[in-house]
């Protein structure tokens, strides 16, 4: 991606050129030309920078303006998106229609997530070797923390769904793609009726920009780690 921009903003560039006047002109390239939010600007500037200090490790000219370089970027904290209970007691629930039996699985792997309060990831990686009577011993990819973690009931259950289901590497559970699961999340909330508007504050360049979404159209597989407190009632 950074490649991409890059090129866009100037096939021709060199490192050494990217003064403190050119490194502004591109951050003006990513919020007007690509459209991109503060926020989102802030992480390419931050990536070029990380890539600009490796090749001057590796002894490429590169200026020595990027060292300095901070752009005064207006960010808010990202909206954190989670279920209520009324809303997963909805998806749990919801009757899914055989035209749509593709989302079964999504929202299994999903409350799976929610009730055992693990990361996308770490379910991804899950093995049947990690199940044990009663409880699920895993080593987390983000922390590398080993966490002995207690089923209940409907966690269990979604397990014993599948215990006899075989998938590639003795996996646990049929997860897919990350990027594919955030898609079909989406289409699962609105499916069951998970609308309630979210407002959304950002800013692009110096412009405030207010957005009202309906909570389905911000679903991912972040929300379901948000729901461990409520799991632990179950």
């Not at 901070?70 to 035209?99: C, D, G, H, S, W």
């Not at 070797?129 to 923390?145: F, M, N, P, R, W």
């Not at 997860?175 to 800013?203: S, W």
Request: proline fraction near 4%; include cysteine; glycine fraction near 4%.
């Amino acid at each position: 991606t950074i490649k991409k921009y890059l090129q866009g903003f100037d096939s021709e560039l060199t490192f050494d050129a990217l003064d403190e006047t050119r490194l502004s002109e591109y951050v003006n390239y990513l919020h007007d030309t690509k459209n991109l939010r503060n926020s989102t600007t802030g992480k390419q500037i931050d990536f070029l920078k990380w890539f600009l200090r490796w090749s001057k490790r590796k002894g490429y000219p590169t200026n020595p303006a990027f060292d300095t370089f901070k752009p005064k970027l207006k960010t808010t904290r990202k909206k954190v998106i989670f279920l209520t209970m009324e809303e997963l007691n909805k998806l749990r629930e919801y009757p899914m229609p055989a035209r749509k039996k593709y989302l079964e699985r999504v929202r299994d792997v999903f409350l799976f997530c929610c009730f055992t309060g693990l990361r996308y990831s770490d379910v991804f990686n899950l093995r049947r070797s990690d199940v044990k009577t009663g409880h699920i011993e895993v080593t987390t990819l983000k922390t590398a923390d080993s966490l002995l973690i207690e089923l209940n009931n409907h966690s269990r259950s979604i397990l014993e769904k599948y215990k006899d289901v075989p998938f590639e590497r003795d996996k646990a559970l049929p997860v897919i793609r990350n990027q594919r699961m955030n898609a079909y999340l989406k289409e699962l909330g609105e499916l069951c009726g998970i609308d309630e508007p979210v407002r959304e504050t950002y800013y692009k360049g110096g412009e405030r920009i207010d957005v009202v979404t309906p909570k389905y159209a911000l679903l991912g597989t972040h929300a379901g780690i948000l729901f461990v407190n409520y799991s632990l009632v179950f």
